[in-house]
């Protein structure tokens, strides 16, 4: 299994991000696909869901500035983050929650 994030960076507050993560080694499209997010001093924590028929979950402190979506052909997860805050700060993962495999994830900057 294989998940790479990518589409971090650095962001003023009320910017915008698109995370990806295409995945591999798995049937992708069968599998319920989540954001995590981890930051500094802080454990990691879950941002969004999406299962494999497209219903999707959110936290609350994310709930009506991101959106998660799916592409099952190109095996790619994406998170839309809009009005950025500084405490959106952090390192980003996606895992199938099933699963336990991780990528490198990607770092997301918001300055104040």
């Known amino acids: 299994v294989q998940l790479v994030e990518s589409g971090g960076g650095l962001v003023q507050a009320g910017g915008s991000l698109r995370l990806s993560c295409t995945a591999s080694?798995?049937?992708?499209?069968?599998?319920?696909m989540a954001w995590y997010r981890q930051a500094p001093g802080k454990q990691r924590e879950l941002v969004a869901s999406?299962?494999?028929?497209?219903?999707?979950n959110y936290a609350d402190s994310v709930k009506g500035r991101f959106t998660i979506s799916r592409d099952n052909a190109k095996n790619t997860v994406y998170l839309q983050m809009n009005s950025l805050k500084p405490e959106d700060t952090a390192v980003y993962y996606c895992?199938?929650?099933?699963?336990?495999?991780w990528g490198k994830g990607t770092l997301v900057t918001v300055s104040s």
């Open positions: 999406i299962t494999s028929a497209g219903s999707t």
């Open positions: 895992n199938p929650p099933s699963m336990d495999y």
């Open positions: 080694g798995f049937i992708f499209s069968t599998y319920r």
